[in-house]
């Protein structure tokens, strides 16, 4: 069995009207990135400056990895640094030059800001300019915040990757940049995809070792793989890159008509591109159809978490056949997120912010059959009998283009057999 995926919808949610909210939210904060980013840059160290509780989290995010070789950190900020009362700019130059002395293997050094370090306003950009003066050309020293004022996990990876464009050297080549940190499985399949089309200068931001070259350009166009790169995105506009607008590369239909987009802009006639595609595209269509068989039908509900909800809405509206029926995003970038909007049919209430209270409210009431969400909401709605996924798994597991898209639309339909399966136990 194949899935069948329908027409474009004659109204789609471009212009939807948004449900805008401005209220508590429940998110973690941007220093999650560093966890699937450290293992993306292989020769990167972050170093994160901030208190005990930062250290906390990386290391219950990052399980066992930290007691290998480590490639993140923690500067930690004492009271005493807290209060004024220390330099702790001179202490954390100090504590770099011991780190960078023990570890050669160190090419890119980011120092990650974080709710303390903005608290006592630390200059990290201060910092790293002479840092970088100093260890250049051996290691570049670049800064970002992963605070958790006010923003979500995902936003971690998109303050990193923006630090990281206005230190690119220029270029006037004609390449495509593709922008976000995937999976190496995944990336490799998009490189050989874009070569059989004829692509060969072609980049990928974050690169996977400083030596790779990564130039930009007014010829360079770039294709984002990340919904949640709207900063990345300004940075590379303001280098005179150009943007390609195209849904995101989740599923069949999503990677077809992101290749497609790349394709075009680039000269490449369509007929290239199916002959590249059809194979790839018809197991993509089949490996969805088993796990749609399990997710046809169902309803399902956003709560605003990785900025990938509207891109997966429309996959798994479309590909899997459910129905959508709040859409929640932190934060909507019509410039990266239109072209899925366009594709979303109307009827979801699409919403921006959160005020948590109020979605619970309105999730209770719809009585979802999924509900995607955060990890501190799972748990309480799972114990109101709601079925969830947790939208961090979607960071840390390979599911983009052809060959990830049955196990994309498989991460959605477990939740749904599992809890099934404990319904039919319980009635035992
Ligand atoms: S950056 Fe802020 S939110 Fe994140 S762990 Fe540190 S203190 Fe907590």
Not at 152 to 175: I, K, N, Y
Not at 333 to 343: R, T
Not at 365 to 376: K, R
Request: glycine share 8%; aromatic share 6%; proline share 6%.
């Amino acid at each position: 069995m194949t899935a069948h995926t329908p027409p474009p919808p004659t109204m789609g949610c471009r212009n939807a009207p948004l449900l805008k909210e401005r209220g508590q939210h429940e998110v973690f904060c941007g220093l999650t990135g560093i966890i699937w980013l450290h293992r993306k840059m292989q020769d990167a160290f972050f170093l994160v400056v901030g208190s005990r509780t930062c250290a906390h989290l990386l290391q219950s995010a990052a399980g066992v990895m930290i007691f290998a070789e480590p490639r993140f950190g923690t500067a930690i900020l004492e009271e005493s640094d807290l209060a004024g009362l220390a330099d702790a700019q001179e202490e954390l130059e100090r504590e770099v030059d011991r780190l960078l002395a023990r570890r050669s293997d160190i090419r890119q050094l980011f120092l990650v800001g974080s709710c303390p370090s903005e608290v006592i306003k630390l200059d990290l950009s201060r910092a790293a300019e002479r840092l970088s003066a100093k260890y250049a050309p051996r290691v570049r020293v670049l800064n970002y915040s992963g605070s958790g004022i006010e923003t979500t996990f995902t936003e971690g990876e998109d303050a990193c990757l923006a630090a990281m464009v206005p230190a690119l050297p220029a270029s006037d080549e004609r390449q495509l940049m593709m922008v976000g940190a995937l999976p190496d499985v995944a990336e490799d399949q998009a490189l050989d995809l874009l070569a059989q089309m004829g692509l060969t200068n072609v980049s990928v931001l974050p690169a996977r070792n400083a030596d790779t070259e990564v130039s930009v350009g007014p010829n360079t166009s770039f294709a984002l793989t990340q919904a949640f790169l709207g900063g990345t995105h300004a940075a590379l506009e303001r280098r005179g890159a150009r943007h390609i607008p195209a849904p995101f590369p989740f599923g069949e239909e999503g990677t077809t008509a992101w290749l497609r987009a790349v394709a075009q802009d680039f000269g490449i006639d369509q007929a290239r591109v199916d002959a590249v595609t059809d194979a790839p595209r018809a197991r993509a269509r089949k490996a969805v159809a088993k796990a749609a068989e399990t997710l046809s039908g169902k309803s399902l509900f956003f709560f605003p978490d990785s900025q990938m909800e509207i891109p997966l809405a429309r996959f798994l509206t479309r590909e899997c056949g459910m129905e959508a029926l709040e859409v929640g995003a932190p934060y909507i970038h019509k410039a990266l997120v239109a072209p899925d909007l366009d594709l979303l049919a109307e009827g979801p209430v699409i919403s921006e912010g959160q005020d948590v209270e109020l979605q619970l409210d309105r999730c209770r009431a719809a009585q979802p059959d999924l509900t995607v969400c955060g990890l501190g909401l799972a748990n309480p709605l799972e114990a109101e009998g709601l079925c969830t996924k947790w939208a961090i798994e979607l960071v840390f597991t390979p599911v983009h283009f052809y060959e990830q898209a049955g196990d994309l639309a498989s991460l959605f339909a477990r939740p749904l057999r599992r809890h099934d399966l404990l319904k039919l136990e319980a009635a035992e």
